[in-house]
C-alpha cells in the first residue's frame, strides 16, 4: 500500500510541476481528484473553498495575464509526508518545496516556497482519488 501512496504522491507532485517548453497538463492534473473534490486555501483569516475545475481555471487565467510568472516553469516535490490509513480512505500531510522561475529583467528569478498539502484520498481500486485538498504556504 505505502509503495502505490508514494507513486501516487509523486504523480501529483509531477502534474503540478512543469518546464519552461511544456505546458500545465490540465487533464492529468483532474484526472487525480474525485469528481466533487473541493480544494481549500487560507488566505489571512480567510478559508477559500473552490472546486477543481475553479483552480484550473484561476491557475490558467492568471498565467495569461502574468506570463513572466510562469515562462520558465514551476517545479514541486515532495519533502516529507505522513499517512493515516483506512479502510476505503487515506489521510495524508505531504510537505513540499516549489521552485518558480520567472522573468526578472535580462534575466530569470527564482522564488522558493515551502508548505504542506493535506488530503484527504479514497481508493479507487488500487489507486487513489483526491476527495479534499487543503494546503498552507510559506514564502
Given at each position: 500500500?505505502?509503495?502505490?501512496?508514494?507513486?501516487?504522491?509523486?504523480?501529483?507532485?509531477?502534474?503540478?510541476?512543469?518546464?519552461?517548453?511544456?505546458?500545465?497538463?490540465?487533464?492529468?492534473?483532474?484526472?487525480?481528484?474525485?469528481?466533487?473534490?473541493?480544494?481549500?486555501?487560507?488566505?489571512?483569516?480567510?478559508?477559500?473553498?473552490?472546486?477543481?475545475?475553479?483552480?484550473?481555471?484561476?491557475?490558467?487565467?492568471?498565467?495569461?495575464?502574468?506570463?513572466?510568472?510562469?515562462?520558465?516553469?514551476?517545479?514541486?516535490?515532495?519533502?516529507?509526508?505522513?499517512?493515516?490509513?483506512?479502510e476505503d480512505f487515506v489521510l495524508v500531510k505531504s510537505e513540499y518545496e516549489k521552485r518558480v522561475r520567472k522573468s526578472a529583467g535580462d534575466g530569470m528569478q527564482e522564488?522558493?516556497?515551502?508548505?504542506?498539502?493535506?488530503?484527504?484520498?479514497?481508493?479507487?481500486?488500487?489507486?487513489?482519488?483526491?476527495?479534499s485538498l487543503a494546503w498552507t504556504a510559506q514564502m
Open positions: 500500500m505505502e509503495e502505490r501512496l508514494e507513486e501516487f504522491l509523486n504523480t501529483f507532485y509531477e502534474a503540478m510541476s512543469f518546464s519552461s517548453a511544456e505546458k500545465f497538463d490540465v487533464e492529468r492534473f483532474v484526472s487525480l481528484f474525485t469528481r466533487n473534490a473541493t480544494l481549500a486555501e487560507r488566505a489571512g483569516e480567510t478559508l477559500c473553498y473552490e472546486t477543481v475545475e475553479d483552480y484550473v481555471k484561476v491557475f490558467e487565467d492568471e498565467a495569461k495575464r502574468f506570463p513572466e510568472h510562469y515562462n520558465y516553469g514551476i517545479h514541486e516535490m515532495q519533502t516529507a509526508y505522513a499517512w493515516l490509513d483506512g522564488q522558493l516556497t515551502r508548505g504542506c498539502n493535506y488530503m484527504t484520498l479514497c481508493r479507487d481500486g488500487d489507486w487513489f482519488r483526491i476527495m
